[in-house]
């Protein structure tokens, strides 16, 4: 489409985000870029674009991440030259290592500033670098459609990913013929995967599945991206193999299925890592094999066959070298695996072989379960995220970082892109502003934030945004009054010496902080009101903060130490030996 009048850099930039699907910005105005601001103040009055103003840059990222993850869209971030560009660092990083598409639009000093030292002049096209997937600077706003449709190409196939685009200002000001540079008319040479012949790699993989008798498939957030949950709950119960999940892989398979094992690895349910140990077959679906996942690597699934099916090929073969490797994402393969089994009629499916396995599997299950505490009237935080799982079993899940992620990852059951978590980076600070975020995208849905009190400081100046649109967000505080996570660290590697892990001295009222922003503040700290009052909490229908005052030491369990091995759990306690504690068995 082309204009007979002579339209801005910025007007460009806006025209182009819309056409390419953008219906929200998430972002903090400043200097640099005003003009793009300017630009956007015509386009809201129109009714055309919304803008959500965060109360910090990286609180805008975290949220266009929980928008992402949560919706499948590309989520878009403004912020403005220096500090601004700078404060999105955290979140560009927790993108990439979550492969989160996000196109990042910054300000930038006016071309002839750039390389003088100019105020607020920062070179964050060359710091974000190694943490994007790609990134432009717009020297000339002809240029400025085709680099949009091209950010949101790339953010969006293959591998998601962060696409930085960085404007000066003057480029937003310039006047110029504009035409709109479609997506479809994209083309980057050498970009676009080839067309692998997948198929050649079936009849080895079927032969693999027939000669198990105790295969596993090993699920992660590659599969929550490719939207195959569907899929590998036929694949799984076509062949009766059980499913274990990353942090990433979350909501894949309703964790009360019987072929369902929770996650693995270091924190991951005792079944889960028995089950990797031992597996003949393991079948990789999305799953880069992570260190919190592997343990001692050369120890990981030792004893089996491997099967490796990622979108990235630089993911294949780069910790553990499979059998079987096959570039593609996890939906179109299986999906076409599925397709050529239907093609062989002569194709026997022998469940019976795997069942002494599923029994083994069973038997750890029982043996084996999370435990929730239950001490007299203290209140565990393991009890605090069941009995939020109980209630509010559909809803949308953030987490920040820490023993409550940990928690929430074993006792919370979830549905497929109902989970955003801060996986790959673990940044703390990321789930209150990712819900803000996720509650744009599905603005009827509930949203709910668990928390750590260390964490929620990170970045509770959100709050105020939560409040000025009214999203009724839950946010639900761990409060143990510790860096929990660190604290057990010092507890059982550094000799218990708490060095400035205690949050105790100078934490706010976290309830009183809740109503100076017009949010309800509730606080619960006894097992008998825990039920009544959470119930009470997430059906309110506005922002409400909980503060759930948890016992202290409480610790993560089980736990794989650094350099051991999955099957060399800490704290797996058999189920019959604790007749206090109630179990939970996914």
Request: charged fraction near 20%; glycine fraction near 8%; proline fraction near 5%.
């Amino acid at each position: 489409m082309s204009f007979s009048k002579m339209v801005s850099g910025a007007f460009a930039l806006i025209d182009s985000l819309i056409r390419n699907g953008t219906s929200y910005i998430f972002g903090y105005p400043g200097g640099a870029i005003l003009p793009i601001y300017d630009e956007l103040f015509r386009w809201e009055q129109k009714g055309l674009i919304k803008h959500i103003l965060c109360r910090h840059e990286q609180g805008a990222v975290h949220s266009a991440d929980g928008y992402s993850r949560s919706s499948s869209k590309v989520g878009v971030c403004f912020a403005t030259s220096g500090p601004g560009a700078t404060n999105l660092v955290t979140g560009i990083a927790t993108a990439q290592m979550d492969s989160v598409p996000l196109v990042l639009i910054t300000g930038q000093v006016a071309r002839p500033f750039i390389g003088t030292d100019a105020f607020q002049e920062v070179d964050i096209f060359g710091i974000t670098l190694p943490i994007v997937k790609h990134s432009y600077i717009v020297r000339d706003p002809r240029d400025m459609s085709r680099i949009v449709s091209e950010a949101f190409f790339i953010a969006s196939h293959g591998r998601p990913g962060p696409v930085l685009i960085d404007i000066p200002k003057d480029v937003g000001l310039e006047n110029f013929q504009y035409e709109f540079f479609p997506r479809f008319k994209v083309s980057l040479p050498g970009y676009s995967q080839s067309n692998v012949n997948q198929r050649k790699h079936f009849s080895k993989f079927l032969e693999l599945i027939q000669q198990s008798n105790q295969p596993l498939l090993y699920v992660g957030g590659g599969a929550i991206s490719a939207n195959a949950s569907c899929v590998i709950k036929d694949f799984s119960r076509l062949f009766q193999i059980p499913i274990t999940t990353t942090l990433m892989g979350k909501g894949i398979i309703d964790e009360n299925d019987s072929l369902s094992l929770g996650m693995l690895g270091m924190h991951g349910t005792a079944y889960a890592n028995f089950a990797v140990s031992e597996c003949d077959l393991l079948i990789a679906l999305g799953a880069r094999f992570d260190d919190r996942v592997t343990g001692k690597l050369d120890e990981f699934a030792c004893n089996a066959q491997v099967v490796h099916i990622d979108i990235d090929p630089a993911e294949v073969g780069k910790n553990r070298i499979p059998q079987i490797a096959i570039i593609g994402d996890a939906q179109t393969v299986i999906s076409e695996f599925m397709v050529y089994i239907n093609e062989h009629p002569d194709f026997i499916n022998n469940t019976e072989q795997t069942s002494s396995w599923k029994q083994r599997i069973s038997f750890w299950k029982k043996q084996y379960p999370l435990l929730i505490p239950k001490n007299v009237d203290l209140l565990s935080p393991q009890e605090v995220l069941h009995t939020i799982s109980k209630i509010a079993n559909e809803a949308y899940f953030t987490t920040d970082v820490g023993q409550h992620q940990m928690w929430a990852a074993q006792f919370l059951n979830v549905l497929p892109r109902h989970w955003m978590s801060s996986s790959g980076l673990g940044t703390m600070g990321y789930g209150l502003p990712a819900a803000i975020g996720v509650q744009i995208a599905h603005i009827d849905a509930t949203v709910i934030c668990i928390s750590g009190d260390a964490s929620f400081q990170m970045n509770l100046q959100e709050l105020a945004t939560i409040a000025q649109y009214n999203l009724p967000v839950k946010i639900v505080i761990i409060n143990n009054k510790w860096q929990g996570m660190v604290r057990q660290w010092q507890q059982a590697f550094y000799g218990e010496r708490y060095s400035h892990s205690s949050m105790e001295k100078g934490s706010p009222n976290f309830v009183k902080l809740a109503q100076s922003f017009g949010i309800l503040g509730l606080k619960v700290k006894s097992r008998k009101e825990i039920e009544k009052t959470l119930d009470l909490f997430i059906k309110y229908k506005g922002p409400a903060v909980l503060d759930c005052q948890v016992t202290q030491e409480e610790n993560c369990y089980p736990m794989v130490a650094p350099g051991k091995s999955n099957s060399q759990m800490i704290g797996v306690i058999k189920h019959q030996s604790l007749n206090k504690d109630m179990k939970v068995t996914h």
